[in-house]
């Protein structure tokens, strides 16, 4: 069965330091990936998504990044991070069939 | 330009009666899907229910079901014997076109209360 795993689960940061998260997928290929950011009481703002290994589409100008080394590895980055920053960040992939999304556990980031 | 609208922040509702969460959506596209998600206050993503864009009957999972109205461009979710567990934030979702370089995007959700 396929999973979706990302860490780390909490961080706190300042401001201006750099930021990695990490996600990765298991018991699917090629999937298409998505990095999602929620403000706190608020909806799903999507960032980025990818359709294969180093093909990325930004959905929102910002000083945030993404990367896709391997087929089932998707990162968010940042090289200095900004007090708006600050959230819940939720990775997912898309099944081929209906396009649901199959979310990770979430990344809760507070940039100080 | 894909957008999806969620117009109630919030929803009262007591326990046992059924209730429905509003979304309308706008797409050019002919071939989309429509999704609804909860999520209880431990901030995991819970998926419910899927409509089709050539679906021609109203999916149903359980006691959810999604009132499909496509002319109005409207994906209400009705929850019927709403329970105490049912208290959480839904968010109304919209994937247009098919396959590959499918993006995702969501309503800005509406926190539902359940009174006992």
């Known amino acids: 069965s396929q999973t979706i795993h990302q860490w780390p689960a909490t961080l706190v940061q300042p401001v201006g330091s750099p930021l990695s998260l990490e996600c990765t997928v298991e018991?699917?290929?090629?999937?298409?990936l998505y990095w999602y950011r929620q403000a706190a009481g608020r909806g799903l703002q999507l960032l980025f998504y990818?359709?294969?290994?180093?093909?990325i589409s930004s959905e929102v100008p910002q000083n945030l990044s993404a990367s896709r080394p391997q087929d089932r590895q998707f990162i968010l980055s940042s090289k200095k991070l900004l007090l708006s920053d600050s959230g819940f960040y939720l990775c997912?992939?898309?099944?081929?069939?209906?396009?649901?999304?199959?979310f990770g556990e979430g990344s809760r980031l507070t940039v100080l | 330009a894909q957008k999806i609208t969620q117009t109630q922040p919030g929803m009262f509702v007591q326990e046992k009666e059924a209730v429905t969460l509003d979304c309308t959506y706008d797409?050019?596209?002919?071939?989309?899907?429509l999704f609804w998600y909860k999520q209880p206050s431990s901030g995991e993503m819970i998926f419910l229910i899927y409509?089709?864009?050539?679906?021609?009957q109203n999916a149903t999972e359980g006691r959810y079901s999604l009132n499909f109205q496509k002319a109005r461009k409207s994906a209400n979710l009705v929850i019927s014997a709403s329970q105490l567990g049912d208290s959480a934030m839904y968010f109304c979702a919209m994937r247009e076109g098919q396959g590959s370089a499918s993006k995702i995007i969501f309503g800005s959700g509406t926190r539902l209360s359940i009174r006992p």
């Open positions: 990818s359709v294969g290994i180093g093909q």
């Open positions: 797409t050019s596209d002919q071939s989309y899907g």
């Open positions: 997912a992939w898309a099944s081929s069939n209906t396009g649901e999304l199959f």
């Open positions: 018991g699917t290929s090629n999937p298409n």
């Open positions: 409509q089709g864009s050539y679906d021609e």
